[in-house]
């Protein structure tokens, strides 16, 4: 196992894909700076510019741009802070829990998606939170499995979601410390939750050129994202930047 801290990691060999990400929305580059009129929480003008802050942040992979610039993240969160959902800045989702900033949402999907212009796979989620991120995750890969260990977000995710009818989104109700066995093996693995370590389960669930992408407390005693990669030749580490996820619990409540 290699652990370099470095602020990329390298490409990866080929892995399953699924079909090519289809342009669903355009004008993603060249759009306008939204003006005053047509600037309400639920219109499109605000995501539009979410993504610009994003691309100006140094964000490129357009499937995760146009995946985000298309799910309405105010939907997600209590309506009372709906007018702060497209702000660089994490929210609370209720039980001590917070959905991240869409700029570390976006960073980690780029590295999951790094390197792949098409859909991916299978991928699991450790987290579902509001649901939120799962359904951005609808849109990058073929099958989501999204499990919580909380009853009253799994729930409320639930309800999120049920009428956006998205097919292919499983949420699962359990401790997602074990990762969910059935769905696997996983063209990637991302955890909205960090733990001490990465979960073995998690590696295990990994398909070959799968990568996993977690918040985790590293050797320099804090915590940091990392990517591990799986190949033919082993598993290989990276520790990117340092982050500040909720706790990854073990069991149910
Ligand atoms: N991706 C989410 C972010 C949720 S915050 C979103 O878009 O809203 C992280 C979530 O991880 C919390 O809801 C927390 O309850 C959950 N979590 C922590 N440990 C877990 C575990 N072992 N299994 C499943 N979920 C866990």
Same mark, same amino acid.
């Given at each position: ?23 669903? =929305? ?8 939204? #003006? !005053? ?5 639920? $219109? &499109?003008? +605000? ?75 299978? =991928? ?8 939120? #991120? !799962? ?5 990058? $890969? &073929?099958? +989501? ?86 190949? !033919? ?21």
């Amino acid at each position: 196992m290699v652990a370099r801290p470095s602020a990329s990691v390298t490409p990866r060999p080929a892995a399953p894909l699924g079909p090519p990400i289809r342009p669903a =929305v355009t004008g993603l580059v060249e759009s306008r700076p939204a #003006q !005053a009129s047509g600037f309400g929480t639920g $219109s &499109q003008a +605000v995501r539009v510019d979410m993504v610009r802050k994003l691309q100006a942040q140094g964000i490129s992979h357009t499937g995760v741009l146009m995946a985000m610039q298309t799910v309405e993240r105010h939907r997600f969160v209590d309506s009372a802070l709906a007018n702060q959902a497209y702000e660089d800045t994490s929210l609370p989702i209720g039980l001590g829990q917070t959905i991240s900033k869409p700029n570390v949402v976006a960073r980690m999907l780029e590295l999951m998606c790094q390197g792949r212009t098409e859909k991916l796979g299978r =991928v699991l989620e450790i987290g579902t939170g509001c649901g939120y #991120q !799962a359904v951005v995750l609808s849109h990058l $890969s &073929q099958e +989501v499995y999204s499990i919580e260990r909380l009853r009253g977000l799994h729930e409320k995710a639930r309800e999120n979601v049920r009428t956006l009818r998205v097919a292919n989104l499983h949420l699962i109700f359990g401790d997602g410390m074990l990762g969910f066995p059935k769905g696997a093996p996983y063209a990637a693995i991302i955890a909205a939750a960090g733990g001490e370590a990465i979960p073995q389960a998690w590696i295990d669930q990994l398909a070959v050129g799968g990568r996993l992408v977690a918040p985790a407390v590293t050797v320099r005693g804090h915590q940091h994202l990392v990517v591990i990669d799986k190949t !033919a030749r082993g598993v290989e580490r990276s520790e990117l930047e340092a982050v500040h996820f909720v706790p990854l619990k073990s069991g149910i409540a």
